[in-house]
């Protein structure tokens, strides 16, 4: 697996490359990292990346070549069977999910390109870029902040990046708990400044255990994302059991 990614920060991407999850697998050679700025490939004396913008208006815009030189020296740096998406940070993009971030982690990676100022040449992105991504509906200043969101999501799905291989499974959205909330986690000590741990948790009864958080986290998905449970039930995902626990919730609970 390996991200290139284009940016007029790179030192931004230290936090991937060095930290916590991300930082140990790419320590384990699970995934690698180029960094590419578009300044390096200016040819004025001024390593000019931005213009004002065709038509007025505030703000400046990326230019196109600086773009696409980079673009090309981070795909000369790949060995790609099949040549690797080109991937710009963008609110106008399809919205980032769990399904996106699985599917990059079953592909050898993708050159992210990050924005800055009020977009980039509409030129660039018709010749270079195959697939736009947005983090969410709002504005970022810069499209890092996206594209380490991305690769963070990505390499923590990587076989091998968890210390514990069940502990991506168990997440939520993820498919074995057919794209459901996460249910509530607790850890020691059993009671604290007068509350105790749910006795479900305490009775070392895997069943019940199981049975417990299948039901929180359909409670919780119910409550909070009533969008995810129709999509499951539309999929076919949910059992009986877990029908019949919904319809025996109070309907305020199902109330968004
Ligand atoms: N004028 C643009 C916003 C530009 S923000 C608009 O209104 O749509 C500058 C850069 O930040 C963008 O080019 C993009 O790369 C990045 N960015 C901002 N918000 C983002 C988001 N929600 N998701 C992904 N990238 C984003």
Not at 37 to 43: G, I, L, Q, V, Y
Not at 109 to 120: D, F, K, T
Not at 142 to 169: K, M, Q, T, Y
């Amino acid at each position: 697996m390996r991200f290139d990614v284009i940016s007029l920060f790179p030192d931004m991407f230290s936090v991937v490359r060095d930290l916590g999850v991300t930082g140990r697998a790419y320590k384990q050679q699970l995934w690698s990292l180029g960094l590419w700025n578009p300044r390096d490939f200016t040819h004025d004396i001024h390593r000019t990346v931005d213009d004002r913008p065709y038509g007025g208006g505030p703000g400046m815009v990326m230019m196109a070549e600086p773009l696409e030189q980079a673009v090309d020296a981070a795909r000369a740096s790949r060995s790609d069977a099949e040549p690797a998406p080109v991937v710009l940070m963008s609110p106008t993009g399809k919205r980032y999910d769990q399904g996106v971030a699985q599917q990059l982690a079953d592909s050898t990676g993708a050159i992210l390109i990050c924005g800055r100022y009020e977009g980039v040449d509409q030129r660039f992105i018709d010749r270079c870029v195959t697939h736009e991504l947005s983090l969410g509906d709002y504005v970022l200043s810069g499209g890092e902040i996206a594209a380490l969101a991305i690769i963070d999501s990505v390499v923590r799905l990587l076989p091998g990046a968890l210390n514990d291989a069940d502990s991506a499974l168990q997440d939520s959205f993820n498919a074995t708990l057919t794209g459901l909330l996460d249910s509530p986690h607790y850890t020691r000590p059993d009671t604290y400044q007068g509350l105790a741990v749910p006795p479900e948790l305490m009775s070392g009864h895997h069943v019940n255990i199981a049975q417990w958080r299948r039901r929180q986290s359909l409670a919780l998905t119910a409550r909070r994302r009533p969008d995810l449970i129709v999509a499951a039930r539309r999929d076919g995902l949910l059992s009986k059991a877990d029908e019949a626990f919904l319809k025996s919730l109070d309907a305020s609970v199902i109330q968004p």
